[in-house]
């Protein structure tokens, strides 16, 4: 295994928001908190303890212990859980939607960098006790996001009728999908092993939350992963006045609604929020609740209430109201003595309209950390990229700019026209000195004749190298096939593949380097050669 970091700027995918975040530039310092390094966590530690409450604890055991009492856990998660009763134990979270069968890789490097984080913090505070957590996004109802994963470049869906928060979904009709995933996986040993995986996971299970527990548990139990399913009478009790305050005041619309007015001015907005920020939740069904005519309504029911009927229904029916994407955070960290959210680029940026938000409801608001990210390559995928000169960095670059360089570099013409451009210029420099003697027609004759001029030989240089790529076919052949491998529709593999693909290669291997590699606070993308 060799482990090769860059900086997230140098591959290309990282938003400006992102990048910016990372180097700390001034214009996005007042969006967010204490920042992931050593000095921010004793910060964040010291401003968790003294607001979080051991009731508060006490019930996110109980919940815990609830939702985990069907299931086979490690003795390290075990422990992890009764830790969460001390007023020393904090956690370190990541989110993810329920996924069929964890969906994109990089479910696994969310999971991982949060697990790696959880450890690193033991070891600088001994004092004090790190629980790694995995939120379910249970309550999510974007169906189509998640019904399908990606294996060996085919896409392997489940259809079923949508609606309501898909933690709820039933399993039924995974067995016609798990046919048709065994077919392509073959029967080595751990073929096998990711069979027994989904068939354990997807038909011995009702729905979709128990599902996504069992994968995530049997991959992760054994580094003490502690899932938490937010849907959860208990825990929504936690949350209720904060909600009753969405409801009658509309707080986070107010509050989000300024930040974005100034983080606009640099920055693209991720999400906006809406007057009221929650959804009504039923068996079958989850829509915004509106305030109309007087009245709170559910948005494509029947359903109404009076402001006094709604703050009842709130007490005597907590797991009915759902927090959508700008209360979830939220929600999160009032049931969680948390320190950290661990997530991508689009989840850091909407995160970044929410501090003012905590501030005002007196919440305080976690160090938000970029997930690690991986390219990954073989052995064999390293030895054609080094005959092909390709570096780490040049992997990420646009094809044709990649295609274009390598072309030049191993061509004995002279295929830039750089120097020619630069000559033609000087000439008609000196050409607009004597314009400048004459009428103003002239000097326009000038610069339209420079402009023309310089299109030329742009034109000829492209033509030039059009031509020589032709020349050199096989060299591009051999660089498209190995950054097409690497670059699947020229997107990270991350968000392209499933794990699946690598545990068939590698077995639970793949999972140990991933350990070994993944380093949350050194903010860089990781390169990972197996």
């Known amino acids: ?242 909600v009753k305050d969405e409801l009658e005041n509309e707080t986070s619309f107010a509050v989000v609604s300024k930040t974005i007015e100034e983080l606009e001015k640099n920055y693209p907005i991720q999400v906006n929020p809406r007057e009221i920020n929650l959804f009504y939740l039923g068996d079958d069904f989850r829509e915004r609740i509106v305030f109309e005519d007087n009245l709170y309504k559910v948005n494509n029911t029947a359903i109404t209430f009076t402001k006094a009927e709604i703050l009842k229904e709130v007490d005597e029916n907590p797991l009915a109201f759902s927090p959508n994407v700008i209360m979830r955070p939220l929600f999160q960290e009032v049931i969680l003595p948390n320190l950290c959210y661990i997530g991508g680029g689009g989840e850091m940026a909407y995160w970044l309209e929410l501090k003012d938000y905590f501030e005002h409801v007196k919440v305080p608001f976690p160090i938000l950390l970029l997930r690690n990210s991986v390219q990954i390559i073989s052995e064999k995928q390293a030895g054609k990229l080094e005959k092909l000169t390709i570096s780490n960095e040049e992997i990420f670059l646009n094809q044709f700019e990649l295609l274009s360089q390598k072309v030049i570099a191993n061509s004995d013409l002279e295929i830039s026209f750089k120097d020619k451009k630069q000559f033609l210029q000087q000439q008609f420099a000196e050409l607009k000195e004597v314009a400048k003697k004459t009428d103003v027609t002239f000097i326009n004759a000038v610069n339209a004749q420079e402009r023309k001029q310089i299109k030329g030989l742009e034109n000829l240089e492209k033509r030039l190298l059009k031509a020589e790529k032709k020349r050199q076919k096989d060299l591009v052949d051999r660089i498209t096939i190995i950054q097409n491998e690497l670059l699947p529709n020229e997107s990270l593999e991350e968000r392209q593949r499933n794990f699946s693909e690598f545990y068939l290669a590698y077995g639970n291997s793949f999972i140990i380097y991933l350990k070994e590699a993944l380093k949350p606070l050194e903010l860089e993308f990781t390169i990972l050669e197996l």
Do not use: C
């Open 1 to 242: 295994m060799k482990i090769t970091q860059i900086p997230f700027k140098k591959t290309g995918f990282f938003s400006k928001t992102m990048i910016d975040y990372l180097e700390k530039n001034e214009h996005i310092r007042s969006f967010y908190h204490n920042f992931p390094d050593i000095n921010g966590f004793h910060n964040q530690i010291e401003e968790k303890k003294n607001s979080f409450r051991l009731q508060s604890r006490l019930v996110l055991v109980d919940a815990l212990k609830n939702q985990y009492k069907s299931f086979d856990t490690s003795t390290k998660t075990d422990q992890n859980i009764d830790l969460l009763k001390q007023q020393n134990t904090f956690t370190v979270t990541t989110g993810h939607q329920l996924n069929l069968f964890t969906g994109p890789l990089y479910f696994l490097y969310k999971i991982i960098s949060t697990i790696n984080l959880a450890e690193e913090l033991s070891e600088k505070f001994p004092e004090e006790n790190f629980v790694p957590i995995y939120w379910m996004a249970t309550e999510d109802h974007d169906f189509d996001e998640i019904n399908y994963f990606n294996f060996d470049g085919k896409k392997v869906s489940w259809n079923r009728k949508d609606g309501g928060a898909v933690g709820r979904f039933s399993t039924e009709g995974l067995d016609d999908v798990f046919e048709v995933f065994s077919d392509h996986l073959g029967n080595s040993k751990n073929a096998d092993y990711l069979k027994n995986l989904f068939s354990e996971g997807y038909l011995k299970h009702d729905n979709l939350a128990d599902a996504t527990r069992f994968i995530a548990n049997e991959l992760f139990k054994e580094y003490g992963l502690v899932i938490v399913d937010g849907d959860d009478k208990n825990l929504k009790q936690l949350f209720t006045p904060f």
